[in-house]
């Protein structure tokens, strides 16, 4: 039998977000590897092997996925949301890349439903018109290059949304991503914090950027902070189509 | 019997890219609205009542599945891709703004998986650091804007990824934006031509920022651009996770 590894997005967190895409694959899986709290997500079956990992560990099991493929396995590689924004795609390829004995491997992504797309459809729409996503955490990347793209993102008109805003190793970084924020937008800017979104945990909380704290993002929130235009009608929070000439 | 409004996200074509919460609200409605190729794609059913209509009709369309939710029915505002990128979930926040009588409609949003999504799982990871998302559609912004956004997009280091990059009554003007794309980034800079991803006519291409031709977007075509480190490893195109210190 000939191997292969499919990169999965289990969407944000409940079931019905799931696509069939993606269930199939894990239905034909041998081997589901990925961050133990993914693969928590999967119901165990016979004949299928669970590989959980730590956190940070993305290509060490990228690698593994590789080698089980050459091996003849069909194995899965679990991300939450969608594979391609800021999760294990990009690290599948900076492995092949790196080992080119693996550059013809049989290789899917299956894309999912990624946390600012589901935060923006509980809130209402407020990535509705042209926005950025910004990984704020600076594991891989200089906090300088960061506030560049802050303000350019702000200079530019763009709605943003922020995954990785806050944790525990780095508690003051966003703190200035709110310093930064407060340089370049008007105070009643609006920003929502989408925590936990579709679990059983969700909460939603939208204030204006004066009144925004560090504290209401952890690593489980999405940021996104409207453009200059984006308002509340009702309970919704949604950005215009338009922007008048 | 309540009254209620869904705006689902049909995805990029493919029905095993339907999230089941979609299917399930399609299996409820009694009424399905929207753009007539995406009513298209809806299985007619006794009980269920199509209601395709123009493009550039959003305004109408939302008001009348508020009207009809209003009086007792069960409709499902379907959107190619995401309702929430640029599509249908602003334009019935902008109705429900406008008639405030509809304030307490009984709305959900349901996301999809929106077209550089799928078109980046298609090509690899092009999105997998910082991205923008920009409509080069003119006809709710004028083009100023877009090139605003474009010149940011690009000093900030972004990948970007178009929605609605030509069509035939603006032809020129995608001409423009790889003139302004050539001012502001390197010639070998990657980009992506994803047309009616996830559908029989799929097409992807990749060519040099250099290379590049008005002719190779069409409306049913993703434009994605890589930032300064996007590459190719094998017959995928991804941007790696990390920026050097």
Chains 1, 2 share one sequence.
Not at 33 to 60: F, K, M, T, W
Not at 97 to 126: F, K, S
Not at 212 to 221: G, I, K, V, W, Y
């Amino acid at each position: 039998m000939t191997g292969w590894v499919a990169v999965a997005g289990l969407g944000p967190g409940d079931a019905a977000l799931i696509t069939p895409e993606v269930t199939a694959a894990l239905g034909a899986a041998s081997d589901v590897v990925g961050y133990a709290p993914y693969v928590a997500r999967i119901a165990p079956r016979p004949g299928l092997r669970l590989h959980p990992s730590d956190n940070r560990e993305e290509l060490s099991r990228a690698l593994s996925a590789l080698r089980m493929a050459a091996e003849g396995r069909r194995v899965v590689i679990v991300s939450s949301g969608d594979p391609g924004v800021f999760a294990m795609a990009a690290a599948l390829f900076e492995v092949m890349e790196a080992h080119p004995g693996h550059a013809d491997a049989d290789i899917r992504i299956l894309p999912g439903i990624t946390a600012m797309l589901a935060a923006a459809a509980r809130a209402g729409a407020p990535l509705g018109h042209d926005f950025c996503a910004i990984n704020l955490s600076d594991n891989l990347k200089p906090f300088t290059e960061v506030e560049r793209r802050l303000r350019h993102a702000a200079r530019g008109g763009f709605a943003m949304a922020f995954y990785n805003p806050r944790s525990a190793s780095r508690p003051h970084q966003f703190a200035r991503v709110l310093d930064i924020l407060r340089e370049e937008c008007e105070p009643a800017r609006l920003i929502l914090f989408a925590r936990a979104v579709c679990t059983s945990d969700e909460r939603l909380t939208t204030v204006q950027l004066a009144d925004a704290l560090p504290a209401m993002a952890d690593m489980r929130t999405v940021v996104i902070v409207g453009n200059e235009a984006t308002r509340r009608v009702g309970r919704w929070l949604y950005t215009p189509r338009s922007v008048a000439p």
